[in-house]
C-alpha cells in the first residue's frame, strides 16, 4: 500500500457494517483508476464520496454495482460476498450440465438399443435441464449458499447485486423517456416480482394481484420522491429536477438496501438542489436507507453526510467527518494545488 492510502486509515469494521470494501484496485491496460481502496459504511449513514475529477469515484460505483469487475479486492454487502476473485468457477457449468447427461447416457445404457425408450429418456434429461438451467440463471439464495458450500465462487452479475440490495441512479440521467413516471418505476420492481412469464401471459389471478400491488407501491415511491400525481406524465415531459427524482423512485423500487446517487443535485438550481438534499435525509428517516453518494456541491457534502471519504488520483487521500476533511491539508491541496513554496 502507498503511503498516500496509509495516511488514511479506515473506519473499522463492525458486524453492522452494510458494505465493506477490502484491497479495490482497478486498471485499464497501464492505467490504475483505483489502487487499494479500503471502504466501509455503517448501516443508515449517509456517506459522500469526494475527489477532483478523474479520480475514480465513478469507477468505484460502477465497481459495487457490478457494471465493471476490479482487477483485485473484494467487496462484501450486508456480511455477503458479492465480489471477488473467482475460484473453481469451471465447476460451476458441470451442475447444470452434468445430471442431464447422466440421465441420457443412463437411458441408452438401459434401453437396450430401443429408440422409443431413449426418446422417452432423452425427454426426461431435457425436463430435468429446464428445471436446473432457469434456476442456475435466477441464482435464488439458496442456490447460492450451495454453491459456496461447494468452493464455487464467482463475483455476482448486475442484476444479482440489485437483488441483494443495491440501487443507484446515474450521473447522466438514465429513464425511459417515452414510458409514464409510473412505468419507469414499475421496470425497478421486475426482480422483486414472483409471477413467471406464463403467469403474465395466462393473465392468472396471482400476476393480476402482484401486478395491483406493484402499482400501488410505485406510486408510494413516486409519492416520496416527490412526485405525486405525476404518475400518468411521460418521463421526457417532465421537468429536469423532476427526471432526477424519478431516477430516485425507481432505485427505490428495487428495495435496497444500500442506495448509490451520483451526482444527484447536477444541474440544478439551488431551490432544486434542497429539495433534493431533505429527500436524502428522508429516505434515511423514513425508510431506514444506507446511502453513498458522490457530489461535487460542497454545501451539500458539508451539509448531510455523516462521514466524507477523498479519493485522489485513484487512491483514498482522506477520510473523515465534514468538519475533519474541511481543515484536511491533502483535501485542500488535491483540490486548490499545492501552494508555491
Not at 460476498?81 to 442431464?100: C, M, Q, V
Not at 428445471?131 to 452479475?157: D, K, N, Q
Request: glycine share 8%; with cysteine; aromatic share 4%.
Amino acid at each position: 500500500m502507498t503511503a498516500t492510502a496509509q495516511a488514511a486509515p479506515a473506519v473499522p469494521e463492525t458486524p453492522d457494517d452494510v458494505l465493506i470494501a477490502r484491497s479495490i484496485t482497478k486498471q485499464f491496460g497501464g492505467l490504475v483508476a483505483l489502487r487499494n481502496i479500503e471502504f466501509v459504511i455503517p448501516r443508515r449513514a449517509i456517506v459522500s464520496l469526494i475527489g477532483p475529477n478523474g479520480a475514480g469515484k465513478t469507477t468505484f460505483f460502477n465497481v459495487i454495482a457490478g457494471l465493471i469487475p476490479p482487477t483485485s479486492g473484494s467487496i462484501e454487502l450486508s456480511g455477503m460476498r458479492l465480489i471477488a476473485p473467482a475460484r473453481r468457477a469451471w465447476l460451476e457449468p458441470l451442475l447444470w450440465f452434468a445430471p442431464p447427461l447422466l440421465v441420457l447416457l443412463i437411458g441408452i445404457l438401459v434401453s437396450g438399443g430401443n429408440i422409443q425408450l431413449v426418446a422417452l429418456w432423452g425427454l426426461l434429461a431435457l425436463l430435468l435441464a429446464t428445471l436446473i438451467l432457469p434456476t442456475a440463471m435466477a441464482r435464488p439464495a439458496w442456490y447460492e449458499s450451495f454453491i459456496r458450500r461447494l468452493g464455487i465462487f464467482r463475483s455476482a452479475r448486475p442484476n444479482d447485486i440489485v437483488r441483494s440490495g443495491v440501487g443507484r441512479t446515474f450521473q447522466n440521467i438514465r429513464l425511459f423517456h417515452n414510458m409514464t413516471a409510473l412505468e419507469n418505476v414499475l421496470v425497478g420492481m421486475h426482480l422483486k416480482l414472483r409471477s413467471t412469464p406464463v403467469d403474465a401471459v395466462l393473465s392468472t389471478p396471482r400476476h393480476r394481484a402482484e401486478e395491483e400491488e406493484a402499482r400501488v407501491r410505485a406510486a408510494r415511491y413516486l409519492e416520496l420522491a416527490g412526485l405525486r400525481g405525476r404518475d400518468d406524465e411521460l418521463a421526457r415531459n417532465l421537468p429536469y429536477g423532476d427526471q432526477r427524482r424519478l431516477e430516485i423512485a425507481r432505485a427505490l423500487a428495487c428495495e435496497p438496501v444500500l442506495l448509490l446517487l451520483d451526482e444527484p443535485t447536477a444541474g440544478m438550481n439551488p431551490r432544486e438542489t434542497g429539495e433534493i438534499t431533505a429527500l436524502i435525509g428522508r429516505l434515511r428517516t423514513e425508510l431506514g436507507l444506507t446511502v453513498l453518494l458522490i457530489e461535487h456541491d460542497m454545501r451539500v457534502v458539508m451539509g448531510i453526510s455523516d462521514r466524507i471519504t477523498v479519493l485522489d488520483q485513484g487512491e483514498r487521500i482522506a477520510e473523515g467527518t465534514p468538519e475533519e476533511i474541511r481543515r484536511n491539508p491533502r483535501v485542500i491541496e488535491a483540490y486548490l494545488g499545492k501552494p508555491p513554496s
